[in-house]
C-alpha cells in the first residue's frame, strides 16, 4: 500500500511539474554547421538548458546576468576559463560565474558535444564577447 501511494505521488508530481525528458545522444549528429548546433531543452524564467556542439571553438566572452554550469557529452577541449586554461574530456563539469570571460577550442576529431545549464533564463542578450 505505502509503495503504491509514493508511486502516485510521484506520478502526480511529475504531471504537475511538467517534468520531461531528453536523450543527447542524437543531437548534432545530422548537423550541416559550419561551427556550433545548438539545440535548446528545457527552460522557464529561472533557468535554461541547451546541448551545444561545437566543431571548431566558441570566442572568448562572457554574460553580464547569469551563470552557467557545463557538462561534456563528447569530445575534448581547450577551455579558457578567467585566467585558467585547461583540457576538458566526457564526463568534467564546469561552473562558469556570472562575469567570468570564458572559450572553448575542439581538440577532438569528433565535435565538442556538452550539456549547458544556464541560470537565469539565457536569452543571448547578456553575451557580451571580448575582442
Known amino acids: 500500500m505505502c509503495r503504491l501511494f509514493f508511486s502516485v505521488l510521484f ?24 561551427n556550433i548546433y545548438n539545440k535548446p531543452l528545457f527552460g522557464d524564467s529561472l ?18 546576468t547569469h551563470t552557467e554550469h557545463v ?14 586554461n585547461f583540457e576538458i ?20 576529431k569528433q565535435p565538442l558535444k556538452v550539456l549547458s545549464v544556464q541560470s537565469p533564463n539565457f536569452d543571448g542578450k547578456d553575451r557580451l564577447f571580448i575582442e
Do not use: R, W, Y
Request: proline share 1%; with cysteine.
Open 11 to 34: 506520478l502526480g508530481f511529475t504531471f504537475f511539474c511538467n517534468a520531461q525528458h531528453f536523450n543527447t545522444d542524437t543531437v548534432g549528429v545530422k548537423t550541416v554547421s559550419d
Open 71 to 84: 557538462v561534456v557529452l563528447d569530445g575534448t577541449g581547450q577551455m579558457t576559463l578567467g585566467d585558467k
Open 47 to 64: 533557468v535554461s538548458s541547451f546541448v551545444i556542439v561545437i566543431k571548431k571553438e566558441v570566442k572568448l566572452h562572457k554574460h553580464a
Open 89 to 108: 574530456k566526457k564526463g568534467d563539469v564546469i561552473f562558469i560565474p556570472k562575469n567570468t570571460t570564458h572559450a572553448v577550442k575542439t581538440t577532438s
